[in-house]
T-cell receptor
Framework: GAVVSQHPSRVICKSGTSVKIECRSL??????MFWYRQFPKQSLMLMAT?????????EQGVEKDKFLINHASLTLSTLTVTSAHPEDSSFYIC?????????????FGPGTRLTVL | GDSVTQMEGPVTLSEEAFLTINCTYT??????LFWYVQYPGEGLQLLLK?????DKGSNKGFEATYRKETTSFHLEKGSVQVSDSAVYFC?????????????FGKGTTLSVSS
């Protein structure tokens, strides 16, 4: 099956620093990738939709200048949390859509646990 | 807009008990339906899917049937194991809107004890 990787799996940083999270589709091309945020014991909150070669579409309430998304190739999307603060601590999950599959199925990465001190 | 409603958890069962997690949806188009599972500290894994009415998705002993008349996609398993303890998410995707994100239910936590 299709595999999506995320790196790093865990990151701890100081307040004010920036953190980059990578999402890769390993065995398929993903024209569309999605970034989600998940708070403890809650469902996934869609942050943005990332299309290869174009600007990301952000959901209402998500600061595009704080959460920078780049989808430079068909297999890689990055999320950069700029000037991170403790309230940005969360579990970030990406998913990628395999354009060959008509059901619009998405494959999820293992997630990145961000802790901002 | 489209939405997914799941039964609230947590669901606590003994090993070998029968499991049902209810999921209903509202959609204007012809959605595909999914169940994802999330184990502690991990991302989501696709458990099963169904793309049209009356389709039955199945995997690892879990089953769900796409019921258009009741707009439901209930997850069932005949005999749960401790290793099934996880959070289960029902989701839909509008097949007519390629590239759109999945719409998730709030998730149901299953805890199975031996």
């Amino acid at each position: 099956g299709a595999v999506v990787s995320q790196h790093p799996s865990r990151v701890i940083c100081k307040s004010g620093t920036s953190v980059k999270i990578e999402c890769r589709s390993l065995d398929f091309q993903a024209t569309t990738m999605f970034w989600y945020r998940q708070f403890p014991k809650q469902s996934l909150m869609l942050m943005a939709t990332s299309n290869e070669g174009s600007k990301a579409t952000y959901e209402q309430g998500v600061e595009k200048d704080k959460f920078l998304i780049n989808h430079a190739s068909l297999t890689l999307s990055t999320l950069t949390v700029t000037s991170a603060h403790p309230e940005d601590s969360s579990f970030y999950i990406c998913s990628a859509r395999d354009s060959r599959v008509l059901s619009n199925e998405q494959f999820f990465g293992p997630g990145t646990r961000l802790t901002v001190l | 807009g489209d939405s997914v409603t799941q039964m609230e958890g947590p669901v606590t069962l003994s090993e070998e008990a029968f499991l049902t997690i209810n999921c209903t949806y509202t959609a204007t188009g012809y959605p595909s339906l999914f169940w994802y599972v999330q184990y502690p500290g991990e991302g989501l894994q696709l458990l099963l899917k169904a793309t049209k009415a009356d389709d039955k998705g199945s995997n690892k002993g879990f089953e769900a049937t796409y019921r258009k008349e009741t707009t439901s996609f209930h997850l069932e398993k005949g005999s749960v194991q401790v290793s099934d303890s996880a959070v289960y998410f029902c989701a839909l995707s509008d097949r007519g809107q390629a590239g759109t994100a999945l719409i998730f239910g709030k998730g149901t936590t299953l805890s199975v004890s031996s």
